[in-house]
């Protein structure tokens, strides 16, 4: 069975927690990376999440941190659903892995680019990262596969 190349994009939250256990090793999946930004907490709290999930699960991909605000609004944590920490409810062991040196945005690119298959990019945050790749380097778009997101709303 060919497997399908992901990206995930995340705020890491109880949400995407789960996003990251269910695509993370499971055998129909290439998780190529995850990339991180702000969005349920800061980027320094998603991103400490995204380890600490990819550290107790065992699953060994890139973690590369990204945009800290969304490219229109501001930044709205949601400590009150997520707590303080983003993922409050569990206390990790301690952290021994580091992230990836690649800015969220340039990792991103730069696999899509360099991939021999079309890339699915899954987004379970506000979409940033992938944003702003698509803003930098259009010739993404001909290499991703699809973009897979979780909705939600905005109101002005």
Not at 137 to 155: F, H, T
């Amino acid at each position: 069975m060919k497997k399908r190349k992901i990206i995930l994009d995340c705020d890491p939250g109880h949400d995407d927690a789960i996003a990251i256990l269910l695509i993370g090793n499971n055998p129909v999946f290439d998780l190529l990376g995850i990339t991180v930004e702000s969005g349920n907490q800061t980027l320094e709290k998603t991103g400490r999440n995204a380890l600490n999930i990819v550290q107790y699960l065992g699953i060994d991909v890139p973690v590369c941190l990204g945009a800290t605000n969304p490219i229109i609004k501001e930044v709205e944590v949601c400590d009150a659903i997520h707590g303080e920490s983003g993922l409050d409810g569990f206390d990790f062991p301690k952290l021994n892995i580091d992230f990836d040196s690649r800015h969220a945005v340039n990792f991103m690119i730069e696999v899509i680019l360099d991939s021999k298959e079309k890339v699915t990019v899954v987004t379970t945050g506000p979409m940033t990262n992938l944003a702003l790749a698509m803003r930098m380097e259009p010739r993404i778009l001909d290499n991703i596969e699809e973009v897979v997101l979780m909705g939600g709303s905005y109101q002005n």
